[in-house]
């Protein structure tokens, strides 16, 4: 079902989709290709949306961060904007301190996505495409995106991302839904139980940029290869944990990239036993405790959102990879296909 959503301050109008299939229902807008609502079920069968956002367009445009928007061109963080390739210096758009974040002040989470819908045998889905100028934001090349949202029968939130690109340019697309398992506005997600598969991870400086080589989360409070909740380590005397204010960091997780997408991350709510599993082909996954909600918005059901009320996993290549060569390569070439590819399935 397509519907006016509401509209943007020079007229145009936003609409929003909802598709229902295996018992997972998705809201979708058209600008930021933002995932308005998803809701599925608990033990008992109840619905409940388990994502944050707005129930009007305008907080979307002037005060959210990222809920449930497609991310680029560059998801994370690249240091102090600015990147060199091929022996060409580029400055990008700064908006988090000295640094790019999330492609910049007007990122894809901005801008308007053309959106059609379809049907693959019994799944159904909507294809998102937007073209990227040759410079926007300050990244070399137009870039030409395809996104597919796909909802199958078995209620598997499926994104696929595409990109091709006219110049050498780099690319890390993601999306960044604020994940609370017992619902949106029920308050803390510390009692959500977390494993992600990775014996590694990339500490950062007092900027959140990625500094020296990934260390192994042995013995730290990053150790998530065995489920413990999000809170039991969370306020750990660790100075990682005081430059994020919490978790805010790339797991390099132990599979590497992939060509198809491997179970990498689990988060289960034990209130509502509704769980979520993550498959991705992408090396790393940026796990956010939400640190950074201060209590100044609301959401669709009238309540604010508080620090550690939600919880974000970023399926990505690392941060600042542009200006680190040890890390995997986010760079795209004329005659290539970006492709990446995160599953999201519910219990």
């Given at each position: ?68 928007a497609l991310i680029g061109r560059y998801g994370n ?149 065995r489920a413990k909740t999000v809170g039991e380590d ?113 219990e």
């Amino acid at each position: 079902m397509k519907e006016l959503f509401g509209k943007l301050a020079d007229g145009t109008e936003i609409h929003r989709w909802s598709l229902e299939n295996g018992g997972t229902r998705l809201k979708v807008l058209s600008y930021g290709g933002i995932v308005q609502s998803l809701e599925i079920p608990d033990r008992e069968g109840g619905y409940a949306n388990v994502s944050l956002g707005f129930d009007t367009i305008e907080p979307y445009v002037t005060e959210s961060p990222y809920f449930g928007a497609l991310i680029g061109r560059y998801g994370n963080r690249v240091g102090q904007g600015r990147f060199t390739l091929d022996g060409s210096a580029y400055r990008l758009s700064v908006n988090d301190g000295g640094n790019s974040l999330h492609g910049g002040d007007q990122g894809f989470d901005k801008v308007v996505w053309d959106v059609e819908p379809f049907e693959a045998g019994p799944d159904v889905g909507l294809r998102l495409s937007y073209t990227s100028a040759d410079g926007e934001q300050g990244y070399p090349g137009t870039l030409d995106v395809r996104v597919t949202y796909t909802l199958t029968e078995r209620g598997e939130w499926r994104i696929d991302y595409e990109a091709t690109t006219d110049k050498a340019t780099v690319v890390n697309l993601t999306n960044h839904v604020y994940w609370n398992l017992a619902g949106e506005g029920s308050g803390s997600v510390h009692d959500h139980e977390l494993e992600i598969a990775a014996a590694r991870y990339t500490p950062v400086d007092a900027g959140l940029i990625p500094a020296g080589a990934p260390a192994e989360v042995a013995g730290t409070p990053f150790d998530f290869r065995r489920a413990k909740t999000v809170g039991e380590d969370l306020r750990a005397a660790d100075r990682q944990l005081l430059y994020a204010k919490g978790f805010d960091h790339n797991w390099v997780l132990d599979k590497g990239r992939t060509d198809t997408p491997e179970w990498i991350a689990t988060l289960r709510d034990p209130s509502s036993g509704r769980t979520l599993k993550v498959a991705t082909t992408e090396p790393g996954l940026q796990f956010y405790s939400g640190n950074f909600l201060d209590g100044t918005l609301v959401g669709p059901t009238g309540r604010i959102y508080r620090q550690g009320d939600a919880l974000c996993l970023e399926t990505q290549h690392f941060p600042d990879s542009p200006n680190r060569p040890d890390f995997p390569s986010t760079v795209l070439r004329p005659g290539e296909t970006y492709r990446s590819t995160t599953v999201h399935a519910f219990e």
